[in-house]
């Protein structure tokens, strides 16, 4: 059983007002990170200490992800209470997929982009086949341009890219300028700052967000790089963790 002040949302690496298909997401994510025979994740740590996070990880699904469960979790730890307290019954009543409310800033204004899609909707219905197509053409050709990799290919370094399975920040750099990705290009095609970008980079983690925001960050680093998000993500924030509480001799 997980220690009692262990958070189950800090095991799935989701924020506590997550949607439950956001939580199921996670768990996936999550499992396939840490099961398989995985040689890399292996190189990392034990197929025991695999087995543990696998059974923290089922037991935190087995409780936030499954709606009446997650509302007394969340009741008991004082979680998603300032959202509104009478939200946990509406929500339970209106809906089994249950989450808590968020705040209106967060949501925005609903109904406006409901009226905007519907006023929208007859003109993209009456749009040519030809323009439909053209749009389609200038759409890839625009992805190309913002998340296309052009540099020259180095078949030392592109096997030392395969074979690594502890990826830090000092190698993913490496790894960046090598693919010619700028900083400021990494933060466009990212939408992630160019400070967050550095932080991850020189492993400043006083200077970084919540794990489970940072391993999103990594993510979308390694995707952008034509990288395993999966093991890229898993494996440097294990090297985090284990610079913010280094082993004992």
């Avoid at 209106?104 to 929208?120: I, P, V």
């Avoid at 078949?155 to 830090?168: D, V």
């Avoid at 967050?196 to 952008?224: M, S």
């Amino acid at each position: 059983m997980m220690k009692e002040n262990k958070n189950y949302y800090d095991v799935l690496e989701v924020p506590v007002d997550a949607t439950l298909q956001e939580i199921h997401n996670a768990y996936i994510r999550a499992k396939n990170a840490y099961s398989g025979d995985s040689v890399a994740l292996y190189s990392l740590m034990s197929q025991d200490d695999c087995a543990a996070i696998l059974d923290q990880i089922e037991e935190a699904y087995s409780v936030i992800g499954v709606a009446e469960k997650r509302r007394e979790y969340d009741k008991a730890r004082g979680l998603n209470q300032e959202h509104t307290v009478q939200g946990f019954n509406e929500e339970m009543h209106s809906k089994p997929d249950y989450a808590p409310k968020r705040k209106e800033s967060d949501l925005g204004s609903q109904t406006e982009k409901d009226l905007q899609n519907s006023s929208s909707e007859e003109y993209v219905y009456s749009e040519s086949e030809h323009s439909q197509k053209n749009h389609a053409t200038v759409t890839k050709v625009q992805a190309f341009q913002k998340f296309g990799l052009n540099y020259d290919q180095d078949s030392s370094f592109e096997q030392e890219i395969e074979n690594c399975s502890n990826f830090t920040g000092d190698f993913l750099k490496k790894v960046r300028e090598y693919k010619n990705v700028t900083v400021e290009r990494m933060a466009d095609m990212t939408r992630i700052s160019k400070t967050y970008i550095r932080n991850i980079e020189e492993e400043d983690y006083t200077k970084l967000p919540a794990d489970v925001y940072t391993r999103g960050f990594v993510y979308q680093y390694a995707k952008c790089l034509k990288l395993n998000p999966d093991l890229v993500a898993t494996s440097y924030i294990h090297h985090i963790r284990q610079l913010k509480n280094p082993p004992q001799a």
